[in-house]
C-alpha cells in the first residue's frame, strides 16, 4: 500500500479561525513532509520531519505549526492565516535519508477568507 | 541554491508520438532527482525515482536518465496516449531541500 491520506481535502476558514490538517501513512516511513503549492507553481517545501522529530523548517511563518504525534501521522495547526497562505498543502512521506522516494498525498485546498 | 528548470514549459502532440522532457539543475550536489505527474487540482504521482550514482530507469513507456555532471535529465515517454496529459515535474533533493521545476504541461491529443 503506497497510500498518504489527507483530511479535510477541502478547507475554508477566516483569519481568525484555528484549524488543523492531517496526514496519515501506513508504509512504515519514518519521513514525513509538509509541501505548499500555490497556483500554477511547484510545491515548496515547508517542514521534515525524520523519526518523529522536526529536522527542516523552512523559514515558514509561525501561524503554521507542525506535529507528528506518532511514525504515522503529521498534522500542520494553522492560525491567524492570512489570504496569500490559500494554496494546496501536500503532505509526503518516505524512508528517512535523502535517496528514498516520496510518495504524496492528494493534499488540502485551503482558502483563506 | 538549487535551481531547477523545465524545458519547454508546455507541449502538445498527436497520440502516438514518441516525447522527451528536460530538466536541468544548478547544483550537482544531489541525492537524487524523482519525476513526478499531476493532474489538475489532485497530489503528485511519482513516476521515477532516479538516485544519484544511477544513470537512469524505466518503468514501462517511461526512461528517465541523469547526468549529474551537467546538471541534466530527461524523461523519454514512448508511444503517447491521452491518458498521458498532465503536467510533469521533476524536482532533486540536496542539502536538505527538496526543489521543483515549473513543469511541463503536456497535452496528448486523440
Known amino acids: 500500500d503506497t497510500e498518504v491520506t489527507q483530511t479535510p481535502k477541502h478547507l475554508v476558514m477566516g483569519m481568525t479561525n484555528k484549524k488543523s490538517l492531517k496526514c496519515e501513512q501506513h508504509m512504515g516511513h519514518r519521513a514525513m513532509y509538509w509541501y505548499k503549492q500555490k497556483a500554477k507553481k511547484p510545491p515548496e517545501l515547508m517542514f521534515v520531519y525524520s523519526y518523529e522529530k522536526l529536522s527542516i523548517n523552512e523559514s515558514v511563518p509561525s501561524r503554521f505549526s507542525p506535529e507528528c504525534p506518532n511514525s504515522s501521522l503529521l498534522n500542520l495547526h494553522l492560525h491567524a492565516l492570512q489570504p496569500e497562505d490559500s494554496a494546496l498543502y501536500l503532505c509526503a512521506s518516505s524512508s528517512p535519508g535523502g535517496v528514498y522516494e516520496q510518495y504524496f498525498g492528494p493534499g488540502t485546498r485551503l482558502t483563506v477568507t | 541554491k538549487q535551481e531547477v528548470t523545465q524545458i519547454p514549459a508546455a507541449l502538445s502532440v498527436p497520440e502516438g508520438e514518441n516525447l522527451v522532457l528536460n530538466c536541468s539543475f544548478t547544483d550537482s550536489a544531489i541525492y537524487n532527482l524523482q519525476w513526478f505527474r499531476q493532474d489538475p487540482g489532485k497530489g503528485l504521482t511519482s513516476l521515477l525515482l532516479i538516485q544519484s550514482s544511477q544513470r537512469e530507469q524505466t518503468s514501462g513507456r517511461l526512461n528517465a536518465s541523469l547526468d549529474k555532471s551537467s546538471g541534466r535529465s530527461t524523461l523519454y515517454i514512448a508511444a503517447s496516449q491521452p491518458g498521458d496529459s498532465a503536467t510533469y515535474l521533476c524536482?532533486?533533493?540536496?542539502?536538505?531541500?527538496?526543489?521543483f521545476g515549473a513543469g511541463t504541461r503536456l497535452t496528448v491529443k486523440p
Open positions: 524536482a532533486v533533493w540536496g542539502n536538505n531541500d527538496m526543489r
